[in-house]
């Protein structure tokens, strides 16, 4: 390649000199570079592949491909291999590929599935468009179903778990009404031996969390000499108002442009988004990836459509409203290469830009404090399952694939991934860099958003409780007992949660509906225990502040006690979805302070 450029006349000797010495430290191709850097362009380097292999180059302007020659390898493999069946000539197959110094490595799987083939060229942005126009409906329902439907819930509605589950609901409130009493201490006992469990789980792992935290760095393992190509993917759907701010943040990520692989995906009748999009003008490394549209609309299937796109050994993750760490990239694809194979994810930490909004958003800053800076740093030291977050997450590419991908039904896809991970013998480690986020500061929004979050843990749990011995067996005996505290503890106290609200009516003076009908130490004993977990809840808060920018939070930890009882209200309206609208995606609106992310001084804690 470099020859044939050269003989062209198509670059400038001093820029191959820089772009091969690029390409030894890379695990990119000099096409890459030479396009990401604006040596050449690509009408350029395909006119120098077409000397370089002597195969003619194939664009839309000649017509389609056979969609039945596309078929016998498959849409999804097509896109793997860069390589997509064109026609039949004299019984072999003409293959155009986008990556011709790969085509000899690819040879036996293409006979395999197409006889005898002959090589074509096409660029890269012409054979994804030539995909999606003949075979986007099959890529579609693939997004949809290529997790195992043994650990989707893409089946919840057909094995009539909202019909039980509302059996279950009319049970209970046919106790209270008819021995409102003994449904009363039943429920307040329950509330109170789960609110037993969670908060030692909390103070275990806020310990663990502080002693590591303690404890001398490891050494530095050897790193791999060449970087790897890196894939983020940002779903975004109406957030017309987030791409220019979007684009500035990503373009101060300081990794190697030629690695770098972003995909901006928008649903295709979006049009608000689409058009923001078009009217920018996006570098070469990024790329929008439009999603056939379907009835079913969820983050999740966008993923899996947009994986289909990736180019990178290291998927990525973001949302729209992210402003991550300029290093974060680079430290991740080390981390990745001094990690043990069964390392599948990196985690990085979440952190809000407007914390000085109101109230709402200074609490739910304290929340993400506890939880990424104490409770699931914690949880990792005592080698519990990891329930994923949304964003700032990063995969080992064939692992993911492996996996299926995202659950596309499933409305919190990242704490069932980081399950399903975990069943496989797969590691999620936290990696300490921060990416700041958009804190959901308005009541209602802040409702909906958290009901999302507890009817897809209240799925999760269902689904991979379908058989308890196979999960049991799968992840053994501590991360069961794990497993069953953070999913259905959490469950359970939010939805017990106005038992235990019951006893600040005896603290204050005013009595309790119980009082009576047990004796009087029993209700003090219990109010007592609420409130030392109450005191230990906002300890582990005040934990996360320590030596942190939130400091000016610490006086706001009191008021956490008024915050909680918010997350009931929501699970109250995620019970009622779980027997209505599983699958219903309350979306949430960002893009409101995006200029505060833009001047946050966005700095390593």
Known sequence: MATVLIRMGAIRPSDLVRALALQSRHAGHLGDILLSHGMISDATLLAAQERQFGARRITMAQGLP???????????????????????????????TAQPERFEANRPTLEAALGPVAMALVSRAELHRMVLETRSAALRDYAETCVPEALSCRDWTRRGLHRWLAAVVILVLTAAVLDPVATGWAMTGLASGWLAVMTGLKLAAAIAARRKARDPAPPAGPVAARLPVVSIMVPLFREPGTVRPLINRLARLSYPRDLFDVLLV?????????????????PHWMRVIPVPDAPLRTKPRALNFALLFARGSIVGVYDAEDAPEPDQIIRVARHFARAAPQVAC??????????GTNWLSRCFTLEYAAWFRLLLPGKE???????????????RRGILERLGGWDAHNVTED?????????????????DTTTFEEANCHLLPWIKQRSRWIKGYAITYFVHMRDPRALLRDLGLRRFAGFQVQFLGTLMQVILAPMLLSFWALVLGFGHPLQGTAPAGMLWALSGFYMMSLAADMAVHLLALHNRHHRALIPWVLTLPLYFPLATIAAYKALWELMTAPFYWDKTEHGKYASRADATHVARF
């Open 266 to 282: 928008v649903e295709e009748h979006d049009t608000p988004t689409r058009r923001a999009l078009e009217a920018e003008t996006l």
């Open 346 to 355: 990196v985690q990085g930490m979440l952190d809000y830009f407007n914390p």
């Open 66 to 96: 056979d969609a039945r020659l596309i078929d016998r390898l498959g849409g999804a493999r097509c896109l793997a291999l860069g390589c997509l069946p064109w026609a039949l000539a004299g019984g072999v197959c003409i293959v155009a």
């Open 381 to 395: 030291r005592l080698g519990l399952v990891l329930p994923l977050g949304g964003t700032t997450l990063f995969f």
């Open 415 to 431: 704490a069932d991934l980081g399950i399903r991970l975990a069943r496989q013998g797969f590691r999620t480690e936290i990696l």
